[in-house]
């Protein structure tokens, strides 16, 4: 038995609705066939009902239409109010969404989602603001009509005679999360129509004779049913799928759309929607370009405006280039297993089809077992449409140049005949055919068709008997204009069609090449500001816009990181507009439904865990820039600068990491380091102190007294010494020991150590030899001195008493050399390799005592602060010595000597 698996697609939409943190509201239609059903009276009933249940339900927006049955369920609600907005000198009231944001119900009440806002909202539409809601986590009840759905507009307009102007895209009616069909009879509608139930009499009176005519409402009701059945469907297979309930899953109808400048395309683009939710099958829209023209052209905005209508509708997108419609579509639709294809056909003459032919009937004599659909347009306008688009004139100069091109070559063919130089017609024919391919090549296809048609004329009146006239003696003649013709109208068409492509190829090769460069540089870049920076200034470029870049903040508006056009910045809904993209994710702007009173275009920057700031875009022309290869192009470059960013900031998390681990670790050993120091002079302070409390009670003769008390001062010493030592290497660790530099005499440094130190070298023999010529030095002298101190320290701590010490400094190259030696027992070679890491210490102490291990990794650290260099080595003459190098500055100011 074959093992049944659950469909992965199903699976990933399982996940990721259930992620933890996911906070998106859920939504319920209530769907009816026509206004007056019930929907907004059985949405209230059920809330009603969901507020005995405990539920907290809020009204945002509700039209009664004067139906007192409405009212009266509407009395006792808590109503958000409305948002009033000034229009025209018209005041306009609109529903808050920033007030339910704001009062963040668990379920909110909003009629009518096909509405359109005012404008100066937000949103152009009501189901945007429904979508923003639901996107907060709010539980939205709503309703709609069946002839709102986008895709069924033509359909409703051709059965009722009346163009749906407020539509929704069929996503979101897909996607509700709930569906409740109302439904009435269309004879009980039409009786409550008449009892006033619906409307006002006269109102009502209107509508009876026009758009609720019984057989409209029978159509629509229909229509409901069926987009009800539909969604019903899609919901048990879902289910299925989820379940495992089926063995195998495998899509049974594949659909393309053909699409081109021609207005039939948006009829075709609706009808193959309807066509793949009767099918449930996924579809794709399709054009082949084959002019390369640019976005700005007009069937390049022509062709963007039917994509974003596809995408609106659920369809993937895609531009193939080519040099022939047919075959393109063709051979992707077979790569595609695409079982069906549609296409529209504009009005044509008869001939011109005869003549030329067209990718209609290409396609339909060569589809083999793809079916083809072929939508008529609405009357021959529409192809005239269509050649105001394919044969656009080009600019004046462009045709001047190609006159003056063809005239060029009539004076070359001219030249060749007086001088008898290659005066065959055949020679004359090629020069004229040399002068259209290169107006091809360099002019395009308008030029070019010019220069063959000129070219003709010019060679039948300069070169064909009778001369000067455009009278043809020799009727043979008129087979060779026609072929002339001909073929400069066939190499015109191949060499700007290749031209084209050369130009297409370049243009996505500079679009490649762009998001390869603007990789790379992130790639090699660290900081955020960097990074920023370098996005912007290729984004730019690519662009030829103005850019700023928005970072998002936690708990406030979003950072400007960088703005390189002050009109954006300077825009006072700018902020506002860059944190709704960044809470959304969502492209918002100028050029878009959403915020479109905005002066630029917002692209969210989305990295992989979340949305962390916006790039803003002016340019001159939104519509070039929302074209699918462009809009794809900025895309991809906010989420190469959305990972770059998020990278630098996973650098930096593991950057902090990494210190804190180090903090934790130094933290660790210096506990496990110090704790004996700590206890060993505590527990002596405590036991003298206790004797002296003992000494109360009994007598104690004064020399007693004095050595308690000189033990408990030498061990608070050794304690404070300790701490000092512990305390200021923590500083040097984290680097927030800054040296106060001025000009010190070294002798001065080191007289003051030896005085610090009188006592533990009061048993050693102190020798001190400093060179006459020393310069100043620019250190800090009492970091420089406890260097000193602490050296000291440490050979009174490791040697015997009576031991020589010896302290020299001289001038060494560019620096100062300075060495303090003792001629005890020296440094053996486990210690010299670590006798500077911190807590290390040796076992080599006379009197059997520790040191912390800490004296000479401050020492090590304070000269590394300075710019200078430590060593510890054996003296040639035995015992250890320390070589301490300072260097010497060149504004070194002389000694002045009194």
């Not at 206790?690 to 007693?704: F, G, H, M, Q, R």
Request: aromatic share 6%.
């Amino acid at each position: 038995m074959q093992e049944r698996r659950p469909n992965p697609d199903d699976l990933l939409l399982r996940a990721r609705a259930e992620a933890p943190g996911r906070a998106r509201g859920r939504s319920k239609l209530y769907f009816g066939y026509v206004a007056g059903v019930g929907k907004t009276y059985s949405m209230l009933e059920d809330a009603r009902r969901a507020i005995a249940q405990g539920r907290e339900v809020v009204v945002g927006y509700v039209e009664p239409h004067g139906r007192i049955e409405t009212e009266k369920l509407l009395e006792g609600l808590e109503t958000i109010p409305m948002r009033a907005l000034e229009h025209r000198g018209v005041t306009l009231r609109e529903f808050d969404v920033d007030a339910a944001l704001a009062r963040r119900p668990d379920l909110l009440i909003v009629d009518e989602l096909a509405h359109t806002n005012a404008p100066g909202s937000r949103h152009e539409k009501r189901w945007q603001d429904v979508e923003e809601l639901l996107e907060a986590g709010i539980d939205v009840w709503t309703t709609m009509n069946v002839q709102h759905i986008e895709s069924l507009k033509d359909v409703i307009g051709r059965i009722t005679g009346v163009i749906v102007r407020e539509t929704v895209p069929d996503h979101v009616f897909d996607h509700a999360d709930e569906l409740e069909l109302v439904d009435i009879t269309p004879d009980a509608l039409l009786d409550r129509l008449k009892a006033g139930n619906v409307y006002v009499p006269e109102q009502a009176r209107r509508a009876v004779e026009n758009f609720f005519r019984l057989s409209n409402l029978n159509a629509l009701r229909e229509l409901s049913l069926r987009q009800a059945a539909r969604r019903v469907h899609s919901d048990v297979e879902s289910v299925r799928r989820q379940h495992s309930a089926l063995s195998t899953w495998a899509t049974s109808e594949r659909l393309m759309v053909c699409v081109g400048p021609s207005p039939t395309t948006a009829r075709v683009i609706r009808t193959a929607k309807r066509m793949a939710n009767a099918m449930d099958a996924p579809w794709v829209a399709v054009s082949v370009d084959l002019s390369g023209a640019s976005a700005a052209s007009p069937v390049q905005q022509q062709i963007a405006n039917h994509f974003r209508l596809a995408e609106s509708l659920g369809a993937e997108t895609i531009t193939l280039p080519g040099q022939n419609v047919a075959d393109e579509i063709l051979e992707f639709a077979r790569e595609r297993n695409v079982t069906k294809i549609f296409i529209g056909r504009t009005a044509q003459p008869r001939w011109r089809r005869f003549a030329f032919g067209t990718v209609v009937d290409e396609m339909l004599d060569r589809c083999g077992d793809i079916d083809v659909y072929v939508i008529h347009g609405d009357d021959v306008s529409s192809a005239g449409l269509w050649r105001k688009f394919q044969w656009a004139q080009p600019p004046g100069w462009r045709c001047a140049r190609a006159v003056a091109l063809v005239g060029l070559a009539c004076l070359v063919a001219q030249a060749m005949r007086i001088a008898k130089f290659a005066d065959r017609e055949a020679n004359f024919v090629m020069a004229f055919l040399a002068a259209v391919v290169w107006t091809a090549y360099r002019e395009g296809r308008g030029p070019a068709i010019l220069a063959s048609v000129l070219a003709v004329s010019l060679f039948d009146y300069f070169f064909v008997p009778p001369l000067y006239t455009f009278v043809v003696a020799d009727a043979d003649y008129l087979i060779t204009f026609l072929v002339m013709l001909t073929i400069g109208l066939v190499i015109s068409s191949l060499t700007s069609r290749l031209r084209a492509q050369v130009e297409a190829t370049r243009q996505r090769e500079r679009r490649t090449s762009a998001l390869h460069e603007l990789g790379k540089r992130l790639a090699a870049l660290y900081g955020r500001i960097f990074l920023v920076s370098a996005a912007a200034e290729k984004i730019g470029e690519i662009t030829g816009g103005e850019v700023a870049v928005y970072l998002s903040r936690p708990g406030s508006e979003p950072e400007l990181a960088i703005n390189r056009a002050g009109v954006i910045a300077a825009h006072p809904i700018s902020s506002a507009v860059a944190q709704w993209v960044i809470d959304h994710d969502h492209i918002a702007g100028a050029g878009t439904d959403t915020l479109p009173n905005a002066v630029a275009l917002f692209v969210p920057l989305s990295a992989t865990q979340a949305t962390i700031g916006a790039i803003a875009l002016r340019v001159p022309d939104f519509d070039r820039l929302l074209d699918p290869d462009s809009r794809r192009l900025i895309e991809a470059c906010a989420s190469l600068l959305a990972m770059a960013l998020e990278r630098d900031h996973m650098a930096l998390d593991a950057a902090d990491s990494r210190i804190q681990a180090e903090a934790e670790q130094l933290r660790s050993s210096l506990l496990s380091s110090v704790s004996h120091d700590l206890k060993t002079p505590l527990a002596a302070i405590a036991g003298t102190c206790d004797s002296l409390l003992e000494a109360e009670s009994k007598a104690i003769d004064p020399v007693t007294r004095r050595q308690l008390l000189e033990s408990a001062a030498e061990e608070a010493r050794r304690l404070n010494r300790l701490l000092e030592n512990i305390l200021q290497m923590s500083k040097l660790e984290a680097g927030t020991v800054v040296p106060k530099r001025q000009w010190h005499v070294l002798e001065e440094i080191v007289g003051s150590a030896i005085r610090r130190t009188k006592d533990e070298l009061k048993q050693l023999h102190l020798e001190v030899d400093l060179a006459t010529d020393l310069p100043l030095l620019l250190v800090d002298d009492l970091l420089i001195e406890q260097v000193f101190v602490n050296l000291l320290e440490n050979a009174a701590r490791h040697t015997l008493a009576g031991t020589r010490l010896t302290i020299q400094a001289g001038i060494d190259g560019k620096s100062v050399r300075i060495s303090v030696a003792d001629n005890g027992p020296g440094i053996s070679e486990s210690d010299a390799e670590r006798i500077f890491e911190k807590f290390y210490r040796s076992g080599q102490n006379p009197d059997g005592s520790r040191g912390s291990g800490l004296g000479l990794a401050i020492c090590r650290a304070i000269i590394r602060v300075h710019g200078g260099t430590i060593i510890a080595t054996n003296h040639p003459g035995g015992g250890a010595e320390f070589v301490i190098k300072l260097p010497i500055r060149d504004d070194t100011p002389s000694v002045v000597v009194e």
